[in-house]
């Protein structure tokens, strides 16, 4: 079985085994930090649970990096990012917005990461990736055009959720600059919004981003034709890690990466 297949799968048990769950006080319950520093709820256990059992069922044993289980070490068989359920907060509160973030990597490095999934964990759509092969949704394939609308009217992605006090001013003039800025909960997720058009540009400069948020989502807005940069300009580039956290910047043309670093001062 494919490497994209066995990551679908699991998507999809994940899928199967919260819908039941999610939102519910049952649900919701905490038990100890996950490696990632937050609190582990019942749906974030489970969704990893049933990655791990199917994995197992398919006979594949990559090492597995994930927010909850941290490092887990397996045979030569490359590596596993995992985020059982990204937006956990949206899904115990009953905002309909949270995935599951699958992606593969032969190398423990953000830009060698081959295969992606982003399951919808509300609507059920799976965005899916392989490296040199283009970015679907649903097998319908994500091609994202050049933004025609005028800088105001772009629909602009902007994770604020505890940005440190000294960079709000730093992007006081980025925000007055656009009159549709979203901040959604789930940065997998948006990002796939991002590579099928619905949100023209996405920014996140808190440095709290963890590749492990990154890694599906990165290769499915690359391979839709998306830039995804750091805040110097450069490709996007990270060691695959539960600690490694990141800025970036998303964007259709390579053009506007300069006046959107020129409102962020």
Avoid at 84 to 93: F, L, Q
Avoid at 192 to 201: E, K, L, P, T, V
């Amino acid at each position: 079985m494919l490497i994209l297949d066995i990551l679908k799968e699991s998507a999809n048990a994940v899928y199967k085994n919260t819908s039941n769950i999610i939102g519910t006080i049952e649900g919701q319950e905490k038990f100890d930090r996950g490696a990632g520093g937050d609190i582990s709820t019942k749906i974030d256990l489970i969704a990893e649970k049933s990655v791990f059992e199917t994995l197992k069922k398919n006979n594949f044993v990559p090492t597995v990096v994930g927010e909850e289980c941290g490092l887990v070490k397996g045979n030569d068989d490359g590596l596993i990012v995992m985020d059982g359920i990204d937006g956990t907060t949206n899904a115990n509160c009953g905002l309909p917005f949270y995935c599951c973030s699958l992606a593969y990597s032969p190398k423990d490095q953000l830009q060698y990461v081959t295969d992606a999934v982003v399951f919808n964990l509300f609507t059920g759509d799976v965005y899916y990736a392989s490296k040199n092969k283009g970015s679907f949704v649903n097998s319908k394939k994500l091609i994202l055009k050049k933004p025609l609308k005028p800088i105001p009217e772009m629909v602009v992605g902007l994770n604020i959720s505890g940005l440190p006090e000294n960079l709000f001013l730093s992007i006081s003039k980025l925000v007055s600059s656009f009159n549709h800025v979203r901040h959604l909960g789930a940065n997998a997720l948006e990002l796939c919004y991002f590579a099928q058009g619905s949100i023209d540009i996405y920014i996140d400069i808190r440095n709290k981003i963890r590749s492990i948020d990154m890694a599906a989502c990165y290769l499915i807005a690359k391979e839709a034709g998306g830039f995804i940069l750091d805040t110097s300009g450069n490709d996007l580039d990270c060691h695959l890690s539960v600690d490694t956290k990141m800025s970036f910047i998303a964007i259709s043309n390579s053009e506007q990466f300069k006046w959107i670093s020129d409102l962020i001062k």
